[in-house]
């Protein structure tokens, strides 16, 4: 889901390129960048910081890049994620106003459940994706993009103001909170020596909000973007220094930065908006039809519904895939080809699989080639080397469920 930049050419990896601010040294942008309440935090344990979404935070700290990325595979690692924009929507009305502009059944939610879901416009177009959560304090919570922070939240706030002039009762809020995501196989296990909910009943897309190392009304939403178990917890900005040192204290827990966090989320086929899904791609070119509702497919009452849903029932023209290959890492805009060596789509992620110790990718190719096992070329440095298109995830994602 989350949105990255383009920060990691010299690392080895590739993040995205944002139309805010491009990934560079702070020395030229410094002034213009937002800072999160961990900003001097970041600084003080090491961590390189470019510019991101507008925003100033860390590619990496003093590990490498794969070092994070393999201590969340095998740990536990802490992001600061505060950049993503926090909203409420709330009043009586809440569910039907959100229900316009995204594609799920919010009204199937039950308290405190949460899912992943997309803006769209009446062309098909994803806009968007975002994490709803319908809490039981009577709000929706939702947590999208940075680098959507402006018409995400134009959105949302011109569909309150034609709710509120038909009458409706409906109202938007801007979360100021941090948020924190601790990600990796002994995450909970980490965060339980600091609540007193159980963790075990905090299944997958849920949430709850407790007192976290004694810093009270957080949220703690079992989710994230690495394919980890893991949280993301919105905690007051005045008590997210104390929250971030009290985890570090645990030998489990390391500091990892955007580096390691778009590598993680490539390995288990999440997408990044503005790379693997855009305002041009459809759910269902995106892979991601899973997102449409049920009932929302039967009423087609969302924003481009008369586009999307007959796109379930036929064959769409290209399809987004995972790519295994082999040769010199792939990076996004590589063409990748037929094995008659014609053009047939782009890759829009690549990177080195610090886990599987493979090239993985993912990218866009006509219906008929997105079987897995079909064997293609992609070219790099005007060299091209075989791919095969694979499943995603590439590596087995390890989201907590109750049996």
Not at 66 to 81: A, E, K, N
Not at 123 to 131: C, E, P, Q, R, T
Not at 161 to 178: I, M, S, Y
Not at 370 to 394: A, C, D, H, I, Y
Request: with cysteine; aromatic share 6%.
């Amino acid at each position: 889901m989350h949105r990255i930049v383009s920060v990691v050419a010299p690392l080895g990896f590739r993040l995205q390129a944002q139309p805010l601010v491009q990934s560079r040294p702070l020395s030229s942008v410094q002034d213009v960048l937002r800072r999160t309440p961990l900003y001097d935090f970041h600084l003080a344990h090491g961590g390189k910081m470019v510019a991101f979404a507008g925003w100033s935070l860390p590619v990496q700290y003093r590990d490498s890049h794969v070092d994070s990325h393999l201590h969340t595979r095998r740990h536990c690692s802490l992001f600061d994620v505060s950049h993503m924009l926090q909203t409420k929507i709330f009043g009586c009305d809440r569910v039907k106003l959100l229900e316009s502009v995204v594609v799920g059944d919010i009204a199937e939610l039950r308290p405190n459940q949460g899912t992943l879901s997309l803006f769209t416009n009446e062309a098909g177009g994803i806009l968007d994706d975002l994490i709803v959560s319908n809490t039981s304090e009577g709000h929706l919570y939702v947590v999208s993009n940075a680098g959507c922070r402006d018409k995400d939240l134009a959105l949302m706030q011109d569909k309150v103001k034609e709710f509120q002039n038909r009458g409706l009762d409906v109202g938007l809020e801007v979360v100021e909170n941090a948020l924190l995501a601790l990600q990796g196989p002994t995450a909970t296990q980490v965060l339980q020596a600091g609540v007193t909910d159980d963790m075990k009943k905090l299944p997958f897309m849920t949430s709850a909000v407790m007192e976290v190392f004694g810093v009270s009304g957080c949220r703690v939403t079992r989710c994230g973007y690495t394919g980890e178990d893991g949280v993301e917890i919105s905690v007051p900005a005045t008590g997210a220094v104390h929250l971030a040192t009290t985890l570090l204290k645990n030998p489990e827990v390391k500091l990892a930065g955007l580096a390691a966090r778009d590598s993680l989320r490539l390995e288990a086929g999440l997408c990044l908006y503005g790379n693997d899904i855009d305002e041009h791609t459809t759910p269902v070119e995106g892979s991601l039809s899973w997102t449409l509702g049920k009932r929302r497919r039967i009423a087609m009452d969302f924003p481009g519904a008369k586009i999307i849903v007959p796109q379930l029932k036929g064959e769409v023209q290209r399809r987004r895939v995972g790519l295994i290959c082999e040769g010199a890492p792939v990076r996004a805009h590589s063409p990748i080809l037929n094995t008659e060596g014609t053009v047939i789509g782009t890759v829009t992620s690549g990177c080195p699989s610090p886990s599987l110790k493979k090239n993985v990718a993912m990218g866009y190719v006509p219906f008929k080639y997105s079987r897995p096992g079909t064997q293609l070329l992609v070219e790099v440095r005007r060299k091209q080397q075989m791919t095969v298109v694979s499943k995603m995830p590439f590596v087995p994602t390890n989201y907590y469920t109750l049996k």
